[in-house]
T-cell receptor
Framework: DGGITQSPKYLFRKEGQNVTLSCEQN?????MYWYRQDPGQGLRLIYY???????QKGDIAEGYSVSREKKESFPLTVTSAQKNPTAFYLCASSIDPLRVSNQPQHFGDGTRLSIL | GQNIDQPTEMTATEGAIVQINCTYQTSGFNGLFWYQQHAGEAPTFLSY????GLEEKGRFSSFLSRSKGYSYLLLKELQMKDSASYLC????????????FGKGTRLHILP
């Protein structure tokens, strides 16, 4: 079955530590996205990528970094510069919207990050 | 600016009908999505509207009025499993394809 896999499901970060959240998809989607979800805040876009080796900042990119070396993979690093990283992180992918605009984003099951 | 508004919480009774409203102000419009999200889980796609009118899909229907910047999700014959958050999301017309999400409406179903 095709889908999006995020790992780990739960992650704990120590002070001053960088952590990387994994996101892999086998849907052959061009575009991938990272969102952060806080209680009562809805989904906020961190970074997105429409093609391999290219990505753009979303609305809350400070303290985060990404890479897109392969079409299937879009890992997110939460750096020590992100002072309030505790949240639910969701990865999503979609067909290139410039080719097919009515296709929704497909989401992974999320990673819950907490501070130790 | 860009903004999507939907009620924070709603309560309805099992077997009844509920309408969840969404109003939006965005730079360009290229479609509106509704997602369902159970607590601690991933959002799942429910419906897509890009033209004015009603789209029906089983117990769920979604309506769009582009001139009013307004949409609603209609849930019929409510079941306990419909207790979840419902997210309204708008895709912009820009090349960057940003999708803006509302904060979600938490729906409680009472027996």
């Amino acid at each position: 079955d095709g889908g999006i896999t995020q790992s780990p499901k739960y992650l704990f970060r120590k002070e001053g530590q960088n952590v990387t959240l994994s996101c892999e998809q086998n849907l052959n989607h061009d575009a991938m996205y990272w969102y952060r979800q806080d209680p009562g805040q809805g989904l906020r876009l961190i970074y997105y990528s429409q093609i391999v080796n290219d990505f753009q900042k979303g609305d809350i990119a400070e303290g985060y970094s990404v890479s897109r070396e392969k079409k299937e993979s879009f890992p997110l690093t939460v750096t020590s510069a992100q002072k309030n990283p505790t949240a639910f992180y969701l990865c999503a992918s979609s067909i290139d919207p410039l080719r097919v605009s009515n296709q929704p984003q497909h989401f992974g099951d999320g990673t819950r990050l907490s501070i130790l | 600016g860009q903004n999507i508004d939907q009620p924070t919480e709603m309560t309805a009774t099992e077997g009844a009908i509920v309408q969840i409203n969404c109003t939006y102000q965005t730079s360009g419009f290229n479609g509106l999505f509704w997602y369902q999200q159970h607590a601690g889980e991933a959002p799942t796609f429910l419906s897509y509207n890009v033209l004015d009118g009603l789209e029906e899909k089983g117990r769920f229907s979604s309506f769009l009025s582009r001139s009013k910047g307004y949409s609603y999700l209609l849930l019929k014959e409510l079941q306990m499993k419909d207790s979840a958050s419902y997210l309204c999301a708008v895709r912009s017309l820009n090349r960057d394809d940003k999708i803006i999400f509302g904060k979600g409406t938490r729906l409680h179903i009472l027996p």
